[in-house]
């Protein structure tokens, strides 16, 4: 079974750049979809953007669109969030996730397996 490591995080000022990223820790299938999730204090968490490995398609939510990427590096086994200008409502703990899926679902419960977070926090 796979397992997923993110790291990258760390504290920046408003409007800096950040690169997550997210290491499996063997082969990726085509059949697998990996995902960005945040959780912010006292808030659910939420989607961020995700990529289908079979083809590289990717989808964000409307509050990143434009500001945010996500990559892969197939050899590495590895995505990444780019995220770009970011702000203070980006601080939360980043999450990677991994389904065996065909599409890239927006709800946590459609993945069952997760990084263990890293803590992105943005100062004015």
């Known amino acids: 079974q796979l397992h997923v490591t993110d790291s990258g995080g760390r504290l920046v000022q408003a409007g800096d750049s950040l690169r997550l990223s997210c290491t499996a820790s063997?082969?990726?299938?085509?059949?697998?979809?990996l995902s960005w999730f945040r959780q912010a204090p006292g808030k659910e968490r939420e989607f961020v953007g995700g990529?289908?490995?079979?083809?590289?398609?990717?989808y964000y939510a409307d509050s990143v669109k434009g500001r945010f990427t996500v990559s892969r590096e197939n050899a590495k086994n590895t995505m990444y969030l780019q995220m770009n200008n970011l702000n203070p409502d980006d601080t939360a703990v980043y999450y990677c996730?991994?389904?065996?899926?065909?599409?890239?679902?927006?709800?946590?419960?459609?993945?069952?397996?997760w990084g263990r977070g890293t803590q992105v926090t943005v100062s004015i």
């Open positions: 990529l289908r490995w079979r083809d590289g398609a990717t």
């Open positions: 063997g082969y990726i299938a085509s059949g697998y979809v």
């Open positions: 996730a991994l389904a065996s899926a065909g599409v890239i679902f927006p709800t946590p419960t459609r993945y069952n397996t």
